[in-house]
């Protein structure tokens, strides 16, 4: 005979697969509302990390919802401490479930200490960390200092630039000249696993990602303030009409006069996507120039025509700066990409990529451990071999 927990749990699953009849919609809101329920609930929530939380507007959480909007109140009172918590976690859990490969989460910015066992291995946090403030400075006089380690306070003088560190940040600080001639030209690099902000000498803030690097002078010369991008950043341009601010990357150019935006141009995405969030920017390639307002995106391939995406979710693409990886109906292939880039780990394939797409929200500070066993729900399977993670499909 077949037991209450076994068939909570194949009750759940075709539910979870849009396969449940009415018959066993309406036997599975029964069987949560039983007090006998519980102890399979929280089993199915024990599993899950601890620093999880779940959303999402899908249909399925929205049917689910008003499932357990008045069962699990039925839950026996354990210790009442713990209670409060125990609800809402088990909801989440069972919003998961349902979720097929739509994986809705959250993680919080706080981190576990303790270890995750995952794909039969444990695994422990030491072994693949979140990316941090690192970043190396290399000077016009190729001086190189490694900003990780370097203390705050003033790190080099060049010219009329006085170059300092203070709190994960990179302060330019001097007077700029249109009337001078040449410029010493410094580059900040980001390595994988490694994020840095900069403020340039006309007050122009940048917020660097993993995997990028910019080159710019020590102050503005001339009558133009021109850098150069590879990789990601964050940009909010320091206002001055009489010289508009320029940005270079694999065959475009971003020009703008003062405003905020985003420019993705790492070399193994499939195009270079400019994100105007306020003010106006234009963009010129190489067969066409377009120009973009708030919520706008250029995109395109190096020696392509650019296009314009219209309504393009801002939060989503600057989610990176604010310290989340942020999905939308994205591909397998794009997520693992920005997880390459922040844990500095190598991403590689068992087969074809499994057709997968992932929306939600997750801490950049979570552990690997975390985010992979979470995506492991969704029928992915993953492996670790040192720095490598080996990706599946379990379906």
């Known amino acids: 005979m077949e037991s209450n927990d076994t068939r909570l749990e194949f009750l759940l699953q075709r539910f979870r697969e849009g396969l449940a009849t009415a018959e066993e919609l309406e036997e599975l809101q029964q069987r949560i509302d039983k007090p006998e329920a519980a102890e399979t609930l929280q089993k199915l929530w024990e599993q ?46 069972l919003v998961l479930l349902i979720s097929g490969t739509w994986a809705y989460l959250y993680f919080f910015q706080a981190k576990t200490n303790t270890p995750t066992v995952m794909a039969e291995q444990k695994i422990t946090p030491a072994a693949i960390l979140p990316g941090d403030n690192k970043a190396i400075l290399i000077l016009a006089d190729n001086r190189t200092i490694l900003l990780d380690s370097a203390q705050n306070g003033n790190l080099a003088k060049e010219g009329d630039a006085v170059i300092s560190k203070a709190n994960g940040q990179v302060v330019y600080t001097g007077t700029n000249n249109e009337d001078r001639l ?17 403020v340039l000498s006309d007050g122009t803030r940048v917020w660097m990602n993993a995997a990028s690097s910019l080159r710019y002078p020590s102050t503005f010369n001339g009558e133009e303030r021109q850098v150069e991008l590879t990789g990601e950043a964050y940009f909010e341009v320091a206002k001055d009409a009489s010289r508009p601010f320029k940005v270079k990357l694999n065959g475009q150019e971003v020009e ?33 120039t377009v ?25 989503e693409v600057v989610a990176w700066k604010n310290g989340y990886f942020q999905f939308n109906q994205t591909n397998l292939d794009v997520l693992m990409r920005q997880i390459e880039r922040w844990y500095d780990v190598q991403v590689v394939y068992e087969g074809k990529v499994p057709n997968r797409q992932f929306g939600g929200k997750i801490s950049r500070n979570s552990d690997i451990t975390d985010v992979l066993k979470i995506l492991e729900l969704t029928r992915v399977g993953f492996k670790i071999e040192g720095k490598k993670i080996i990706v599946s499909d379990n379906s």
């Open 182 to 198: 040449g410029n010493a030209y410094n580059k900040l690099i980001t390595p994988k696993g490694g994020q840095y902000q900069l």
């Open 48 to 93: 899950m990390p601890r620093n999880v939380q779940f959303f999402d507007e899908d249909t399925s959480q929205k049917m689910l919802s008003s499932i357990l909007s008045h069962k699990l109140q039925h839950i026996p009172e354990q210790r009442p401490a713990k209670r409060r918590f125990l609800i809402p976690a088990i909801a989440a859990a």
């Open 291 to 315: 120009r973009l307002s708030p919520g706008q995106q250029a995109s395109g391939r190096s020696g392509s025509l650019l296009s314009v995406v219209e309504g393009v979710d801002v939060e």
């Open 256 to 288: 703008v006069l003062g405003t905020h935006f985003n420019i993705m141009s790492y070399e193994n995405e499939n195009a270079i996507h400019t994100t105007l969030l306020e003010g106006a920017v234009k963009v010129n390639g190489t067969m066409n």
